[in-house]
């Protein structure tokens, strides 16, 4: 299936390794997106129309979720970009477009924030990632 910009989505979701801390909201999570597509080859921009549709499937069904903004920073605080995800309960983020930056990211990918932000640290050789715009402190 070919969404309106012409990403390629699926349909057949597989299981996703869950972290275990945060396991019966994470499945719980999947088992109200299992109907939603995702993108097979996520490009950049989409994660501008994948994440407000996963946070409103939540909120319909009930779990606390906002569409908030992830930035990744280069030495210097440069960002290097700025990604569209959905935050749950302040502790999970669902990331359906992660792929565009690495093939081997998850497909929907459900982990806590911290987990998160770490993982895309280390993985896209960034000085840091950071919940956007960051609380001035």
């Known amino acids: 299936m070919v969404d309106e910009r012409g990403s390629e989505v699926r349909h057949d979701h597989r299981p996703v390794r869950v972290e275990p801390s945060y396991a019966r909201l994470a499945m719980r999570t999947l088992e109200i997106l299992a109907p939603l597509s995702y993108p097979i080859a996520p490009r950049d921009g989409d994660c501008l129309k994948w994440a407000p549709q996963v946070t409103i499937a939540l909120t319909e069904a009930g779990i606390e979720a906002e569409t908030i903004n992830v930035a990744g920073y280069l030495p210097g ?12 309960d302040g502790v ?3 990331d359906y477009t992660a792929r565009q930056f690495r093939t081997d990211f998850p497909e929907r990918w459900v982990t806590p924030v911290d ?8 993985v896209m050789g960034l000085r840091r990632a950071a919940i956007w715009p960051e609380a001035k402190g």
Request: net charge neutral.
């Open 115 to 122: 987990q998160y932000l770490l993982r895309l640290t280390s």
């Open 77 to 88: 605080d440069v960002i290097a970009f700025i990604h569209v995800v959905t935050l749950i």
């Open 92 to 94: 999970l983020i669902v």
